[in-house]
T-cell receptor, first 115, second 114 residues
């Protein structure tokens, strides 16, 4: 079974530029999550999708971050414009359903460096 | 709001020893789940073990076991017969019983020395 795929794996941009990350979840997984992991910290949930609808985006900085999940499969996370503090690893995860009763499977992450 | 606290930034033990990682949490939910995730260097996060709060029996997965103290809101991970491959960041995490994402602690860097 193929795992969660993410691209690119690494990205370096200058502040005020825009960037987009892509995630392809495990086939059949209805729930998709984006987490932000700043160096030395645990991941923080940014947004959760159930199929193509948003379940929770309470911690997403909506003035600069946006995310979509078209057709309930792939998802993209965009930052525009980027700030220095956005430097982090962005993790995508998927699960069969939401909540703790379903295991979340994580992708390898995209490491973003903003200079 | 849910919180997860890991008070040990780094631990180091010798191969074959037993090590215990600590975690405390806070939640107002009556139904929730607790997890330990492992993140090896430059590799993906994987689930080590999961505990359902309404189950009194502590979860066990081979060399990994937990000590779940619900009243104290404590959830520690014990690794027996530690191996070099256990070297990684270990994150304690919490999810509610609804459609919640995970709330993570800051992690413990575990180093297994040969």
């Amino acid at each position: 079974e193929a795992g969660v795929a993410q691209s690119p794996r690494y990205k370096i941009i200058e502040k005020r530029q825009s960037v987009a990350f892509w995630c392809n979840p495990i086939s059949g997984h209805a729930t998709l999550y984006w987490y932000q992991q700043i160096l030395g910290q645990g991941p923080k949930l940014l947004i959760q999708f159930q199929n193509n609808g948003v379940v929770d985006d309470s911690q997403l900085p909506k003035d600069r971050f946006s995310a979509e999940r078209l057709k309930g499969v792939d998802s993209t996370l965009k930052i525009q414009p980027a700030k220095l503090e956005d430097s982090a690893v962005y993790l995508c995860a998927s699960s069969l359903g939401g909540g703790g009763s379903y295991e979340q499977y994580f992708g390898p992450g995209t490491r973003l460096t903003v200079t | 709001a849910q919180t997860v606290t890991q008070s040990q930034p780094e631990m180091s033990v010798q191969e074959a020893e037993t090590v215990t990682l600590s975690c405390t949490y806070d939640t107002s939910e009556s139904n929730y789940y607790l997890f330990w995730y492992k993140q090896p260097p430059s590799r993906q996060m994987i689930l080590v073990i999961r505990q359902e709060a309404y189950k009194q029996q502590n979860a066990t997965e081979n060399r990994f076991s937990v000590n779940f103290q619900k009243a104290a809101k404590s959830f520690s991970l014990k690794i027996s017969d530690s191996q070099l491959g256990d070297t990684a960041m270990y994150f304690c995490a919490l999810a509610g019983g609804g459609a919640d994402g995970l709330t993570f602690g800051k992690g413990t860097h575990l180093i297994i020395q040969p």
